[in-house]
């Protein structure tokens, strides 16, 4: 049997440690085209032998491995806290916001909370079906392109996943599609800002002003290794940079616009001014998010929407005293709890 990549699946399973792979407990819907990946660093020494031969027989060697994978889906309500687990906190559990729950996710800055997961991927034949463990996000896109019409600009969420190891594995029978994912749309997605002297939720609405919004945030990990008299596979996650979120949004101009904008941009002097932005997105039911941050502006070019003048503004998200944090993402949902259970493997 060939392997059809229109078999492939990519199911999750939350480990309890880092170092005990686990079974998967949830199918992810992603993206065509995702695949396991493995690096073994594999060279030769560069040696003379008096020809002109780069490359001697056994004279090469491999190195520490490094797995991992690209993946991207559309950002739901229901399981992008899979994403988030693995990217800003892990261990979230949820309040209870009325008759549902709310998921509370921060950018971790100081002690390393992540949740490691194993990640399986494969297709419907056995020798293309693999394991990835001790998975963590090191960069993590989101947002939505310029709405048009007529047409949807769903957010999309592009991860980049670092791995310990690529095992061919059998994938984890019996899990089933999920049901009733609703998938955050730019068109119900707004923006409230104001100055940083205002709470979160009291910042003003621009109604109808949000043509695009994305977001790209790095964590900067590095896999660290230590001498041992056996094994290739790295033994912890570090940290090789500082996390940061840089953004990149279209904004109508307006007189609303402006002051919150253009004003804030080219303002006199040398001190940046920095506002607070909210981006709610509205779902069906209850389902909801919150996107907050305090940020800074680096570049506000006109840019080009349709044909409409827009601001195209880039910047930074700055960490934030009230939040301690880079970044927050609030997701209301009828999700209690993210599935557990998967047996070690």
């Known amino acids: 049997m060939t392997s059809e990549a229109i078999y492939n699946v990519v199911q999750f399973g939350a480990q309890p440690a880092h170092g005990t792979p686990v079974d998967a407990t949830y199918l992810m819907p992603v993206d065509a085209g995702s695949v396991a990946e493995l690096d073994r660093a594999t060279t030769s020494p560069t040696e003379d032998y008096g020809d002109g031969e ?4 056994s004279r090469g060697y491999h190195g520490v491995r ?8 559309e950002v739901r ?19 209870v916001v009325g008759d549902h729950f709310g998921w509370e996710y921060l950018w971790d800055s100081g002690e390393d909370t992540l949740t490691r997961y194993t990640v399986e991927m494969g297709t419907d034949a056995t020798q293309d079906q693999w394991q990835l463990s001790d998975c963590l996000i090191d960069q993590l896109d989101i947002g939505y392109d310029a709405l048009t019409v007529p047409g949807a600009s769903p957010w999309k969420a592009t991860a980049t996943f670092l791995a310990k190891d690529r ?9 089933e599609p999920p049901d009733n994912l609703d998938t955050w749309l730019g068109h119900f997605t707004t923006l409230h ?4 002297t205002e709470a979160f939720a009291d910042l003003d609405e621009l109604p109808a002003h949000l043509a695009s919004f994305h977001m790209r945030s790095s964590l900067g990990l590095a896999r660290r290794k230590y001498g041992a008299p056996a094994g290739d596979t790295f033994d912890l996650y570090g940290r090789s940079a500082q996390g940061e979120v840089t953004f990149d949004a279209m904004v109508r101009i307006s007189s609303a616009s402006k002051p919150l904008i253009e004003d804030v941009f080219n303002v006199a002097g040398s ?8 981006l709610p997105t509205a779902g069906t039911g209850d389902n909801a998010s919150l ?16 044909g409409e003048h827009v601001y195209a503004v880039t910047g930074y998200f700055v960490k934030d005293p009230t939040l301690a944090s880079r970044a927050r993402l609030f997701i209301e949902n009828n999700v209690e709890s993210l599935p557990t259970g998967g047996s070690g493997s």
Do not use: C, K, Y
């Not at 095992?167 to 899990?175: E, W």
């Not at 800002?193 to 940083?196: H, I, Q, T």
């Not at 996107?291 to 349709?306: C, L, T």
């Open 193 to 196: 800002a104001g100055p940083v």
């Open 291 to 306: 996107i907050d941050a305090r940020v800074r502006f680096n570049a506000n070019p006109i840019g080009d929407r349709d």
């Open 66 to 73: 490094a797995a991992g994978s690209s993946i991207t889906a």
């Open 54 to 57: 780069r490359h001697h027989t």
């Open 271 to 278: 001190d940046v001014v920095e506002q607070r932005w909210r």
């Open 167 to 175: 095992l061919a594995n059998a994938l984890t029978a019996g899990l």
């Open 77 to 95: 309500f229901q399981d992008f806290m899979h994403f988030l687990e693995m990217h800003a906190s892990g261990g979230v559990i949820p309040s």
